[in-house]
């Protein structure tokens, strides 16, 4: 049997062009202005009535003076809120789309500095539903800027919430609110003082039409390994040999969700850090400071799984806090790869599944 196989990469004839042509027509006329455009405007010119000849002259200086009216405004056309009839690909549900990133200075309170004014990253997105074809992106920003202006708490940022659900007409949605904040600490024995900034973000998500709050810290500190300070000191004790135990700048993200009717303070969480391990890093150092940090990492030394069962011990003990997960990244000076633990309390952050470059977010970069 002859299989003849048409040449896909030859030089198609005319008559392949004049067919190909004549099909393009017959689509072009029956279909929807918005779907033309969505495959190509230039489409238009094998409509029917459509004159080459008569074809405008096009202006090509920008029209200063043109104002839109709402007639005007009525007739743009709108390709995100089209017919389904315009979606690409498998038409499925999408969980989260949105916008990630954008900027704009938030007011915040905090419990020892009264209220802060700082620049936030924002995050929002919505649930679409099978058959829809997108959303309205600058509908989650002007819904946000409405309450930008006010000072900051999760009651507003339920407000922005319920306006851009309302707005686009989604089931579930979700706000992501994440800055750096600016903490004044004082150095172990000098006495001077200095900024300490923590990443911290508010997370508020409506699943289901369940609602629930979730503040994430990163907390960084210093860990000096308990198994090469023991080691250094049989060096020191048994060879009077001179040796040092590595330690290294370490990051633990925890991921607290705030159960209902409780105020858990950014500095609440914060100093929970610091009872759970007290090896903070260090902003303002002189040389008896530098000495008793030296002292403080000795008698704290630490593996990452100590770490964070002891953040655990402090969340769990606290009433204000619901499900946590705590995620601890040690980058050794030792080795040439990072020792990593994640602990999770109930099912909210509980997953067999991690992003594969989830501790690459935890590095410090100062």
């Given at each position: 049997m002859t299989i003849h196989t048409p040449k896909i990469d030859g030089e198609p004839t005319r008559a392949e062009a004049e067919a190909a042509l004549a099909v393009l027509r017959r689509w072009a006329t029956q279909a929807e202005g918005q779907e033309i455009d969505a495959l190509d405007s230039a489409l238009t010119q094998l409509t029917a009535g459509f004159d080459p000849a008569g074809y405008p002259a096009l202006a090509r200086e920008y029209p200063e003076e043109f104002a839109v009216d709402p007639v005007y405004k009525a007739s743009l056309p709108d390709l995100q809120n089209g017919p389904s009839s315009l979606i690409r690909g498998a038409q499925r549900a999408i969980q989260h789309v949105g916008i990630s990133n954008f900027r704009l200075p938030i007011q915040y309170h905090s419990r020892d500095s009264g209220d802060l004014a700082l620049e936030t990253s924002v995050t929002g997105t919505v649930s679409l539903e099978a058959d829809k074809k997108g959303i309205n992106m600058s509908r989650i920003m002007r819904s946000f800027y409405v309450h930008a202006d006010k000072t900051f708490s999760f009651e507003v940022i339920e407000a922005a919430l319920d306006d851009y659900k309302a707005d686009l007409g989604s089931f579930d949605a979700r706000i992501n609110m994440a800055f750096r904040f600016p903490v004044k600490v004082e150095s172990l024995r000098s006495g001077l003082k200095g900024y300490q900034y923590y990443d911290i973000a508010l997370e508020l998500f409506e699943v289901e039409g369940v609602r629930r709050k979730v503040m994430h810290l990163d907390y960084v500190y210093s860990s000096t390994c308990p198994c090469s300070l023991e080691l250094s000191e049989h060096a020191r004790r048994e060879r009077g040999q001179l040796a040092t135990p590595h330690s290294q700048r370490s990051v633990a993200r925890l991921s607290v969700e705030l159960n209902p009717g409780k105020c858990l303070w950014f500095e609440d969480l914060i100093d929970m850090c610091r009872r759970a391990v007290p090896t903070e890093t260090q902003v303002m150092v002189k040389r008896?400071?530098?000495?008793?940090?030296?002292?403080?990492?000795?008698?704290?030394?630490?593996?990452?799984?100590?770490?964070?069962?002891?953040?655990?011990?402090?969340?769990?003990?606290?009433?204000r806090i619901g499900d946590y997960r705590i995620i601890a990244s040690h980058q050794e000076s030792l080795h040439s790869h990072d020792a990593v633990s994640v602990l999770t309390e109930g099912t909210l952050f509980a997953s067999e599944s991690l992003d594969p470059k989830l501790f690459q977010t935890l590095f410090h970069v100062g």
């Open positions: 008896e400071d530098e000495q008793a940090f030296a002292e403080l990492n000795a008698a704290n030394p630490i593996f990452v799984e100590d770490a964070a069962r002891l953040f655990a011990e402090q969340l769990q003990e606290d009433d």
